[in-house]
């Protein structure tokens, strides 16, 4: 397995965050409904550091989207959030409309509702990473960041439809500016907490909490339970991890160690959050053997795909993880998904 030195691996984040990032998948998908299941809540005497709001009319409740009945198919692309061309282009590259679209966006700047609005009218429920590259963990956590907080819930509430918050993804890699050398994992866990707290004051329960690894591995050796917020405190575990020169080279060394390990915790669904195959020889049985492995995987609801050739530092050429990278590659992925049942459409 070849690693990635992680300046290659913190570029990919700052790329993604550059080209707003999308992740799509909306197919044949009819809303499933469970009147029993709650919004996530926050622990006693969790802190919340904003005042309660009094909406006028309630948000988009988001219950029967926590477990979907059947598995979503994502893509992560350039693009703003409200620009539809990239889930439309990967929706007849891969033979299903995305149902997931995910986007990257830097701490401190507003949430955008019409934007998202455009997107979920589309039908893809759009999936926000929120990377607080300029706001130190500690800073959060103390309420020296509440007043944009506090306007960003009232702002997402305000948009009326569902959204996933993946607050600073990869949180166990050291390539990042929250990850090991830059905040440990209490740090993370009180800032999450936090924003969660926030949220719910302002009752913007419009949201879908998802808690995003990096795989572990020789680059990530950091254990992922002392990150973990707890069950209260999100709704779907993801997972981030890629075929080809950086991270794996199949399903059962890629995934399953980190699933093995997340199951000791947490019994939450999970996400395949952000995955690739590389252009390569082996790309055809990679894409057959990552929708196997989901598919497999109890609890699995889906997978983004990383729809991008993107050039890292220190590399010749770059690497193509689109899923239309060959004739025979857009095949598979159009064949795979289908057996293994990858597309639900969420609708509006």
């Keep these: 397995m070849i690693r990635t030195a992680p300046a290659a691996r913190g ?9 707003a990032l999308a992740v799509a998948v909306p197919l044949l998908l009819t ?14 005497g969790a802190a919340s550091a904003a005042p309660t709001a009094s909406p ?13 009945g059947g598995r979503l198919f994502g893509v992560a692309s350039d693009g703003a959030v409200g620009d539809l061309a990239p889930v439309n282009a990967f929706g007849a590259k891969a033979g299903h409309q995305p149902d997931i679209r995910e986007y990257y966006q830097e701490w401190g700047d507003d949430f955008d509702p019409a934007g998202n609005a455009k997107l979920w009218g589309n039908g893809q429920v759009p999936m926000l990473s929120w990377v607080p590259e300029q706001a130190p963990l500690a800073r959060i956590t103390s309420g020296g960041e509440d007043a944009y907080l506090t306007r960003f819930a009232q702002q997402v509430r305000s948009y009326r439809g569902p959204l996933v918050i993946s607050f600073a993804p ?7 500016a929250w990850g090991p050398g830059h905040a440990t994992a209490a740090d993370f866990v009180s800032a999450w907490r936090h924003i969660h707290d926030v949220f719910r004051a302002q009752a913007t329960t419009n949201v879908i909490w998802v808690w995003t690894p990096h795989v572990s591995d020789s680059g990530t050796p950091a254990a992922l339970r002392p990150y973990y917020p707890g069950d209260d405190y999100l709704d779907w575990v993801g997972l981030i991890g890629y075929y080809g020169p950086q991270d794996g080279s199949d399903y059962r060394t890629l995934f399953t160690p980190t699933i093995r390990s997340v ?15 590389a252009e390569g020889p082996r790309k055809v049985a990679q ?9 497999a995987s109890d609890g699995m609801v889906g997978l983004v795909w990383y729809d991008l050739s993107r050039q890292w530092p220190g590399s010749k050429q770059p690497t193509d993880w689109r899923v239309d990278s060959s004739p025979a590659a857009a095949a598979e992925v159009v064949k795979a998904a289908a057996a293994q049942k990858f597309g639900f459409r969420v609708a509006p």
């Design 11 to 19: 570029s990919r984040l700052r790329t993604h965050r550059a080209a």
């Design 263 to 277: 199951r000791s915790f947490s019994a939450k669904p999970l996400l395949i959050a952000e995955t690739g195959v």
């Design 31 to 44: 809303a499933c409904s469970s009147p029993g299941d709650t919004a996530a809540v926050p622990a006693s």
């Design 287 to 295: 894409i057959d053997d990552l929708f196997a492995g989901a598919a």
């Design 170 to 176: 990869e949180m166990n890699g050291g390539w990042t």
């Design 56 to 68: 006028s009319a309630p948000p988009y409740d988001v219950s029967a989207l926590r477990k979907p």
